[in-house]
């Protein structure tokens, strides 16, 4: 079992940043993938950014070059660096982790509002 805890959320103003992380806990050493997802009212659960063990990313073509996905030396804690925020990134943003046995879990998820 992997435990999530997120932090960071928040209201900012357009143009804005905003820092998420999230530290798993429990059987941290079998993770493999660590994620971001986000999920706006009515809208269907969409990835955000994912970063690999090995250091490996990848971005959702809407937040290229705005926002950043990193991860620790201990490979249990990942943050996502939001720069640039729009009010189309409002949503409430879930860390999701994946581990080498393909076992998923989810953050309680943590709400990002972003105003114009």
């Known amino acids: 079992q992997v435990q999530l805890a997120e932090s960071g959320g928040g209201l900012v103003q357009a143009g804005g940043s905003l820092r998420l992380s999230c530290a798993a806990s429990?059987?941290?050493?079998?993770?493999?993938?660590m994620a971001w997802y986000r999920q706006a009212p009515e809208k269907q659960r969409e990835l955000v950014a994912l970063?690999?063990?090995?250091?490996?990313?990848n971005y959702a073509d809407s937040v290229k070059g705005r926002f950043t996905i990193s991860r620790d030396n201990t490979k249990t804690t990942v943050w996502l660096q939001m720069n640039s925020l729009k009010p189309e990134d409002t949503a409430i943003y879930y860390c999701?982790?994946?581990?080498?046995?393909?076992?998923?879990?989810w953050g309680q998820g943590t709400q990002v509002t972003v105003s114009s």
């Open positions: 970063i690999t063990r090995s250091g490996s990313t």
């Open positions: 999701n982790v994946e581990t080498f046995t393909r076992s998923a879990y």
């Open positions: 429990g059987s941290r050493f079998n993770i493999n993938v």
